[in-house]
C-alpha cells in the first residue's frame, strides 16, 4: 500500500493537524487512482491546447502567453504527454492527464516547472497518485540517452491567495520546502541562481520611470525596425546570453501578445532591448472575482537603469491598451546589475522566488553587468 507521506505530503500533514491521519488513506488511494493512459513523446493539437488551458488556469506567471504559442512550433522542443485512454474500449480520448515539456540546447535540457503548474505537471485530481514520477522517469530517460545536462527552474515558494487558512498555509509551505529538497537531493542538486519577483501596477510603474531622464539614445519599437536592425538585435542578444537564441526570440519578437522596445547608440547599433509580453486568459481582468488584473512581465537587457527606465515607458503604454488594473511583473536575477541597481529602488516585492537547480556545474554565459531583467523563458536559458 503506497504511504501518503510520499505521494501526498500536504494532505497527510493536514491530517496531522487533525490528529488522525489514518482517517483518510483508504479515501485517499481511491481518490487518487489514475485513469487508464499511455505515454507519448509527441503532442497532439489537443494536447498541446490542454497544456497550454492548464498553465493559464493555474496562472503561473512566470510562463507568458508567447511561451505557450511558441513551444510546440520549436524544433528545441521534447515532450512526454500521459494521454488519457476511454475506459472501456481503451481507445485515446486524446485529453491530457500530465507532461513534462523541456526545450534542447547548447547541450543542455532545460526544464520549467512549479509545484501547482509548470511544464512538468499532472491534472489536480491525479496529483499524488504517482503519474507524475512515471513522466519524470521517462523524460529523464530520454534526456540522459543524450547525455544532456539538466537543469530544472521551479517555483518553490508559491502559495495560492485562495488558501487563507493558518494551518493549511504551514502545510504548503512544508510541501515547497520538501520538493525543493527532493529536486536538489535527485536529479538536479547543483543551485546555480534565483530570480525575485516584483509586481507592480502600471500607477507605480510610471512612478518609477518619472524619477529617470531620458539617456539621449534614439529608441524604436520592434515593428518599426527594418531587417537590418533586426538582424543587430540578435546579434546584441548574442553577445549578452553568449547564446543563439534566434529561433526563439523570432517567434517572441513577431508576437501579437508582446512588444519590443529597443535603444540604438551613436553608430546606429543596438545598445540595449526590453520586452513586455502578457500572461493568461484573456479574460482576466473581466471576470475574475477578487483582486482583477491582468499581469505582464518584462525583461531588459542595458547598461543602466535610466536606460531600463526609458524602454520601460514606451513598453508601459503598451500595457494601458488592456483594461485597467493591469500589474506588471518583473524578475530579478541574483548577481545581475538588475540585483545590484535596481531591485532596491523599484521596490514592490513578493514573497513568490524562482529557484534554477542543475544537474552538474555549468559555465554562466550571460553578460550579469548588462542584465536587469532576465528573459526568464521556459523555451531558451538565459541565466
Known sequence: MPRITEHHPLLYHICLLRGRPQDLSLFLLEMLEIPSYTLVDEG????????????????????DNT?????????????????????????????????????????MAWIGMSIYAGFYMTLPSVQGAGLG??????????????????????????????????SLSSCCCFLVSAM??????????VDVSSIKKHLLTVDQMKD???????????????????????????????????RDRSEWLNK????????????????????????????????????KIGPSYREIPLQC???????????????VQWAEKYPPGARIIVGILTGSAGERELADVLGHRISDELVTLFSEEIETKM????????NNAHCHYDA
Open 301 to 315: 537587457y542595458a547598461s543602466s537603469v535610466a536606460e531600463f527606465a526609458a524602454m520601460a515607458k514606451w513598453l
Open 44 to 63: 497532439s493539437e489537443r494536447l498541446w491546447a490542454d497544456f497550454a488551458k492548464m498553465v493559464r488556469d493555474l496562472e503561473w506567471t512566470s510562463t
Open 133 to 166: 514520477s512515471k513522466i519524470w522517469a521517462h523524460a529523464l530517460e530520454r534526456i540522459r540517452e543524450k547525455k544532456q545536462v539538466i537543469g530544472l527552474r521551479a517555483d518553490f515558494t508559491r502559495k495560492r491567495e485562495s488558501w487563507k487558512c493558518d
Open 67 to 107: 511561451v505557450l504559442w511558441a513551444t510546440p512550433q520549436l524544433e528545441s522542443t521534447r515532450c512526454v504527454f500521459a494521454k488519457k485512454n476511454d475506459d472501456h474500449v481503451g481507445l485515446s480520448d486524446g485529453s491530457m492527464l500530465g507532461c513534462c515539456v523541456w526545450n534542447e540546447h547548447d547541450g
Open 367 to 374: 553578460n550579469l553587468d548588462k542584465c536587469y531583467v532576465p
Open 208 to 242: 518609477f520611470i518619472a524619477r529617470y531622464e531620458h539617456p539621449g539614445r534614439c529608441l524604436e519599437l520592434y515593428y518599426e525596425m527594418h531587417d537590418d536592425q533586426r538582424e543587430d538585435l540578435l546579434r546584441f542578444d548574442r553577445e549578452i546570453t553568449g
Open 252 to 287: 517572441l519578437f513577431s508576437s501579437e501578445e508582446s512588444e519590443v522596445a529597443v535603444l540604438f547608440d551613436d553608430d546606429g547599433r543596438v545598445c540595449a532591448y526590453s520586452a513586455i509580453s502578457t500572461v493568461g486568459h484573456p479574460q482576466l481582468n473581466m471576470f
Open 180 to 189: 525543493r529538497e527532493k529536486y536538489a537531493s535527485g536529479a538536479t542538486p
